[in-house]
């Protein structure tokens, strides 16, 4: 059964970096894509970014040059390095899989299996 954890949060001052893990069972061969998504409290869920088998990767524009999403198959891990952090990357963070291509734009919809979600505080 698939299955996906995540790890590496925590709180940081506005500048610094995070990086987040999710180890992820039953989603590392064949066609798939992995994705990161988060959400403040009164606010929708925002996918942030996704990686699929063959590397290929999607950013929100929110995160785009300071987010970089990667896998290590070997591992069956997925990470997230957060630099640059600012206080509107505050949010609990998800991991989240899908048998089948990456979405564009990172819907949630498409994802069946989500890790438990991990908090991430930003402070100014």
């Known amino acids: 059964q698939a299955q996906l954890v995540e790890s590496g949060g925590g709180s940081v001052q506005a500048g610094g970096s995070l990086k987040l893990s999710c180890a992820a069972s039953?989603?590392?061969?064949?066609?798939?894509?992995l994705a990161w998504f988060r959400q403040a409290p009164g606010t929708a869920r925002e996918g942030i970014a996704s990686?699929?088998?063959?590397?290929?990767?999607t950013y929100a524009e929110s995160v785009k040059g300071r987010f970089t999403i990667s896998q290590d198959s070997a591992k069956n891990t997925l990470y997230l390095q957060m630099n640059n952090l600012k206080p509107r990357d505050t949010a609990t963070y998800y991991c989240a899989a899908r048998s089948g291509q990456c979405p564009r734009p990172i819907v949630d919809d498409f994802f069946r299996t989500w890790g438990q979600g991990i908090q991430v505080t930003v402070s100014s």
């Open positions: 990686i699929n088998e063959y590397d290929i990767t």
């Open positions: 039953g989603y590392t061969s064949g066609v798939y894509c």
